[in-house]
């Protein structure tokens, strides 16, 4: 029998072609699924850590408005107590003028009571501002925590 050289027309050259594709196929298949294997439990973990990286931005996030909210809150029952008291001293003072006898007493009755009042504004706003920074500050704590996670995970190399 006579060797039969391989063409495209008796069917060698494409069976030995598929059989070269085959054999590569596979061996690249046996190759990856090995990478697959060695990588998989990093992956896996990897894609942990970014999920309990999300969960800390979250939670962080929740940390921040519930401080906001109870610093918005305190801010709020101040400037509410402020409020009562100068309306308390809006007609403390009122009954007071009532009780003038001359112009002259009741333009210092009037000096004394704008006095007082800015005192009183000048340490409201003091007391306001103080409070603005500490809820500011203490907003920042949870943010600033998830920054230096941040740079910590995400400044770690990633193995495959």
Not at 39 to 52: G, I, R
Not at 61 to 81: C, D, N, S
């Amino acid at each position: 029998m006579a060797k039969q050289t391989p063409n495209f027309t008796n069917g060698l050259t494409f069976e030995a072609g598929a059989e070269a594709f085959a054999k590569g196929y596979e061996q690249m298949v046996a190759a990856f699924k090995q990478q697959v294997e060695t990588v998989a439990p990093n992956a896996t973990k990897t894609f942990d850590e970014l999920a309990a990286f999300g969960r800390g931005n979250v939670d962080a996030a929740i940390q921040v408005g519930t401080i906001a909210a109870k610093g918005v809150q305190t801010i709020g029952e101040e400037l509410a107590a402020y409020n009562k008291k100068a309306l308390d001293t809006g007609v403390a003072n009122t009954k007071s003028l009532f009780g003038v006898k001359t112009v002259q007493e009741a333009v210092e009755l009037q000096t004394g009571f704008a006095r007082a009042g800015f005192e009183e504004l000048v340490a409201e706003s003091t007391k306001l501002g103080k409070l603005s920074a500490k809820v500011v500050e203490e907003t920042q704590a949870p943010i600033n925590a998830r920054i230096n996670n941040a740079v910590e995970t995400f400044s770690k190399p990633v193995t495959f």
